[in-house]
């Protein structure tokens, strides 16, 4: 990750499936992010970070809805100061696969698709209190899939509208030579973020997901 950091140099890391005690060591990351949400002790949920060159003014978790929604927490936001009067709140999610031994099942997304209900509902809450919203993570879900529409309601699917390729990002490389070839990872916006600019980069990261990388203006 460090490799595509330096080279893509973004003012915003949002990580799924992070391992925290790595970046806990990772002093010179530290640095180049000196606002970071990603430790246990700051309530982070596992495997979730948010690495920041702006200043954060407040952060959570959500964890709302329904009864039996949520298996633990799976969403972290934070709210950024870009500057000049200028705030984005950035919401990092990562929804329980569908395809999970745990429940006894080869597919079952009910979970699932409740959580990116979920999900949508507290993001658009935020798009309606005014704030500039980017929705980032590793959602689980294709868009061939029901649960899509909820998650994308009210927002823009970036890859849609400036997306260069596929924007496939997740694949098995032992055995699939053309690597990623479900499209899972995400980057939705509010109706006041500016889309400039996303792209997929696959080249190996230590991990079976692409990055997503992406420019945005308010």
Not at 93 to 113: E, K, L, T
Not at 155 to 169: E, H, K
Not at 180 to 192: C, K, M, N, Q, W
């Amino acid at each position: 990750m460090r490799d595509l950091l330096a080279k893509q140099k973004p003012d915003i890391v949002a990580l799924q499936e992070a391992d925290w005690q790595g970046i806990d060591e990772s002093s010179d990351l530290l640095e180049e992010y000196p606002y970071h949400i990603y430790r246990p002790d700051q309530g982070a949920p596992s495997g979730e970070a948010i690495l920041s060159k702006y200043p954060i003014l407040q952060y959570d978790t959500y964890s709302g809805g329904a009864n039996g929604t949520w298996d633990f927490q799976r969403v972290l936001w934070a709210q950024l100061d870009l500057g000049h009067g200028k705030t984005m709140v950035v919401v990092d999610a990562h929804p329980i696969n569908a395809i999970n031994s745990v429940y006894g099942c080869f597919y079952c997304p009910q979970m699932r698709d409740r959580q990116i209900t979920e999900i949508n509902h507290f993001t658009m809450g935020l798009v309606k209190q005014g704030e500039n919203v980017l929705l980032v993570g590793d959602m689980n879900v294709t868009d061939r899939e029901k649960a899509y529409s909820s998650l994308v309601q009210g927002l823009r699917d970036i890859q849609v509208l400036v997306g260069g390729g596929s924007g496939n990002s997740w694949g098995l490389p032992q055995t699939n030579r053309f690597w990623a070839f479900e499209r899972i990872d995400y980057v939705l916006s509010g109706p006041t973020v500016q889309p400039l600019y996303l792209t997929t980069d696959c080249q190996a990261v230590g991990s079976d997901h692409c990055a997503l990388i992406g420019v945005f203006a308010l």
